[in-house]
């Protein structure tokens, strides 16, 4: 299930600060893990963009909206729910904020508060197997086992 995410209310959820230079950015990197991690899509909205810098980009399976100054990342939300019609049943909406609760429900979207969704954030990122990286050095057999690939490989 896709996930439709109130960025700015999920920041400060993730021990993030508003206030930072790259909150959004700091973001969406935690958010493009975990999508890789879930294969799901994500579309995350962030209010506050100045003229020049409003619009989407994409990044992976993560598609950032920034919403000019004088609009709001609620409003934004609250219309693609809307033109999602009986598509937003398929989503996930992650926000705190009522009034974006109010549009999921009446679309029949899943919601999921801010709170929440920095707790799957958090176990997602833990179920990673950690990998030992004071040794990276490879064995003399697995040397030799990639020399004869190589080898074989060449033209």
């Known amino acids: 299930m896709p996930y439709l995410i109130d960025g700015h209310n999920l920041i400060p959820k993730m021990g993030l600060r508003l206030d930072a230079p790259d909150d959004e950015m700091e973001l969406v990197a935690v958010l493009q893990e975990f999508a890789r991690l879930k294969r799901r899509e994500v579309e995350a909205y962030f209010d506050g963009a100045p003229i020049g810098h409003a619009g989407l980009r994409k990044f992976g399976r993560v598609k950032a909206y920034f919403v000019r100054i004088g609009q709001t990342a609620d409003n934004a939300i609250c219309s693609r729910l809307n033109k999602m019609g009986k598509d937003a049943k398929n989503w996930t909406v992650v926000s705190s904020d009522q009034e974006v609760q109010s549009a999921a429900r009446i679309v029949r979207a899943q919601i999921l508060s801010a709170e929440e969704f920095a707790k799957l ?27 004869k690939l190589f080898r074989n490989k060449a033209p």
């Not at 954030?121 to 020399?147: F, G, H, M, R, Y």
Request: glycine share 0%; no cysteine.
């Open 121 to 147: 954030l958090k176990e997602t990122a833990n179920s990673i197997p950690k990998t030992n990286t004071e040794n990276n050095e490879l064995s003399a057999q697995e040397v030799d086992e990639w020399l």
